[in-house]
């Protein structure tokens, strides 16, 4: 989840003062997928696709991106999930309850943070940052929603991929450290405004409240879901907003060149399939 923001983590002494090459030591190669394709509408990480404001993006308008990345993933494939304490097992037929298994070629994680180019007379940007190597499982009771449960969702924080080369190596070493926490984890603890009954195909809008480990940090955090279940699919959006301090770390900030905001805001656009 999350999160950081931007910036590299040794700026040359001897590099020119113009803003061009200011920028330059921030940020170097935007992604390939991104670098081949200018006339694509839907550039995820370029500058010039992101709207200059703190606002969580419209569940809508995000789609399920993937980028790849050359930071091997960390392998999370054995973490066996803890399955939220909400009444299931016994009370749960089989019958009405389907579990469903996170996608992660069709799922991906985001961070985005504001971020302030001091050298450029305060020009913002608002950095984001994606991974797709995320796992988890969710049971559905279609009888009685109220019974359904959700298991730790877990997500290597390692690979996420921005569109500035040096912001994702800064970021794992100097600031997030996700080179040495690679894994995030959210624990599900409550599920809450879920509906008395189901049907499939209906988009549901309920709150998770639960437990986020970052940095072997964990602090309470709750997602705002919108989810819709049809046939063997699930598709979903949950979001919140974090800030960096409450798990261990400083905003990225280089005197003289760039400031992040201590706010990152954090979105799972998942696709889950039933498995029995």
């Not at 700026?11 to 030591?25: F, L, P």
């Not at 550039?43 to 969580?56: A, M, V």
């Not at 940007?125 to 009888?143: D, L, M, Q, R």
């Not at 040096?166 to 894994?183: T, Y």
Request: proline share 5%.
């Amino acid at each position: 989840m999350l999160l950081a923001a931007a910036c590299t983590n040794s700026v040359s002494q001897s590099e020119d003062a113009t803003s061009n090459q200011d920028e330059d030591s921030i940020s170097t190669v935007t992604v390939t997928s991104i670098e081949k394709s200018e006339d694509t509408a839907t550039k995820i990480n370029s500058e010039d696709s992101i709207s200059p404001t703190k606002n969580i993006p419209e569940t809508d308008q995000r789609e399920s991106q993937t980028l790849t990345t050359d930071i091997p993933p960390t392998h999370i494939v054995g973490v066996n999930p803890t399955m939220s304490p909400i009444p299931s097992s016994s009370l749960v037929s089989e019958d009405s309850a389907v579990m469903y298994v996170i996608d992660q070629s069709q799922s991906n994680v985001s961070y985005g943070v504001g971020e302030t180019f001091l050298n450029q007379n305060n020009r913002y940007n608002y950095a984001e940052g994606v991974t797709n190597i995320v796992s988890g499982e969710i049971i559905v009771n279609f009888a009685e929603p109220a019974l359904s449960s959700v298991g730790d969702i877990t997500v290597d924080i390692k690979a996420f991929k921005s569109d500035k080369t040096r912001r994702d190596n800064a970021i794992r070493d100097r600031w997030l450290e996700s080179n040495k926490f690679p894994i995030a984890i959210f624990t599900p603890m409550q599920l809450k405004g879920l509906p008395e009954k189901y049907i499939p195909g209906d988009t549901v809008h309920f709150e998770i409240d639960g437990n986020l480990s970052v940095r072997n940090t964990i602090r309470p955090a709750s997602f705002s879901v919108k989810l819709n279940v049809n046939d063997d699919e699930m598709l979903g959006q949950a979001s919140t907003r974090l800030l960096m301090t409450d798990f261990g770390f400083d905003p990225p900030d280089i005197s003289g060149i760039l400031k992040s905001e201590n706010e990152v805001d954090i979105t799972f656009v998942f696709l889950a399939r039933a498995i029995n």
